[in-house]
Nanobody, 121 residues
Framework: QVQFVESGGGLVQPGESLRLSCAAS????????MGWYRQIPGKQREWLAI???????SYVDSVKGRFTISRDNAKNTVYLQMNSLKPEDTAVYYC???????????????WGQGTQVTVAS
């Protein structure tokens, strides 16, 4: 039904930047909110940021001022620009999208496959 391609993760040093992207494709009628989460092994998945269809954004305090979420509705893609990265930002990052499929009246929550971000000297 829906496929995601996440990219942009990798290994960086503290203070450096990365830009994650997540493109959704498939039988999509429309996408409502899109967001980013991260997960450290053994811990719960943590919400980081959300962006509405019209571009309103919200962030968890720990990334506010360092991370910026954006989206391109024409490409069904959400981005996460991460600046001033810290070792504690090391995690697997997942995108999330609330998608209405073609022929459906409901909105379903979908997840990307995750991309590893490692911040280390």
């Amino acid at each position: 039904q829906v496929q995601f391609v996440e990219s942009g993760g990798g290994l960086v040093q503290p203070g450096e930047s990365l830009r994650l992207s997540c493109a959704a494709s498939g039988s999509i009628f429309g996408i409502e909110n899109m967001g980013w989460y991260r997960q450290i092994p053994g811990k719960q998945r943590e919400w980081l940021a959300i962006i509405t269809r019209v571009g309103e954004t919200s962030y968890v305090d720990s990334v506010k001022g360092r991370f910026t979420i954006s989206r391109d509705n024409a490409k069904n893609t959400v981005y996460l620009q991460m600046n001033s990265l810290k070792p504690e930002d090391t995690a697997v990052y997942y995108c999330n999208a609330e998608i209405r499929l073609r022929g459906s009246r409901i909105v379903t929550n979908f997840w990307g496959q995750g991309t590893q971000v490692t911040v280390a000297s």
